[in-house]
């Protein structure tokens, strides 16, 4: 008498269903692994002489509702950390502003020796992108924005 198949019967099989009582554990890790490892990128600060103001006004926007154009003595132009031409900056905030529903404010933070045709032109080009709220950055605004941090 010859035994076939070793003699043992397996009583249970390889199930083809994915066990879902853990599933809720690994999208918890997969959560908090993106939270750890996210980095969001803050605009750099430039190194420029913040031209002096007796009053300021505190903007009540939310960060992502301001966008901070840096305008050198140079007349050069940076926003997102990117250099841009003057003409091009119209081309850049236009669609931005649309997209905000016009909520977008923003911040001109120039040095104290830029010359004014630079400032002219880039108030200009801002117009010319249908942008209505507009402010300039000064040293009295940012001593107060270090104050509450």
Same mark, same amino acid.
């Given at each position: 008498?010859s035994?076939?198949?070793g003699g043992? &019967?397996?009583?249970?099989?390889?199930?083809?269903?994915?066990?879902?009582?853990s599933?809720? &554990?690994?999208a918890?890790l997969?959560?908090i692994f993106f939270?750890?490892?996210?980095?969001?990128?803050?605009?750099?600060?430039?190194p420029?002489?913040?031209?002096?103001a007796?009053?300021? #006004?505190?903007?009540d #926007?939310?960060?992502?509702?301001?966008?901070?154009?840096w305008?050198e003595?140079?007349?050069?132009?940076?926003m997102?950390?990117?250099?841009?031409?003057?003409? &091009?900056?119209?081309?850049?905030v236009?669609?931005l502003?649309?997209?905000?529903d016009?909520?977008?404010?923003?911040?001109?933070r120039?040095?104290r020796?830029?010359?004014?045709?630079?400032?002219?032109?880039? +108030?200009?080009?801002?117009?010319?992108?249908?942008?209505?709220?507009?402010?300039?950055?000064t040293?009295?605004? +940012?001593?107060?924005?270090?104050?509450?941090?």
């Open positions: 008498m035994m076939k198949g043992f &019967d397996r009583k249970s099989k390889a199930s083809s269903e994915v066990p879902s009582s599933l809720a &554990d690994i918890f997969l959560l939270m750890v490892t996210t980095v969001f990128q803050a605009d750099r600060d430039r420029i002489e913040w031209p002096e007796e009053a300021a #006004e505190k903007i #926007e939310k960060q992502k509702n301001i966008l901070n154009i305008l003595r140079s007349g050069t132009v940076f997102n950390d990117q250099p841009f031409g003057m003409p &091009d900056v119209s081309s850049f236009a669609p502003y649309a997209a905000s016009r909520a977008l404010v923003i911040s001109i120039s040095d020796q830029t010359p004014y045709i630079y400032v002219d032109q880039l +108030q200009k080009e801002l117009v010319e992108a249908g942008v209505v709220r507009v402010v300039f950055a040293q009295l605004e +940012q001593s107060m924005q270090r104050e509450r941090r």
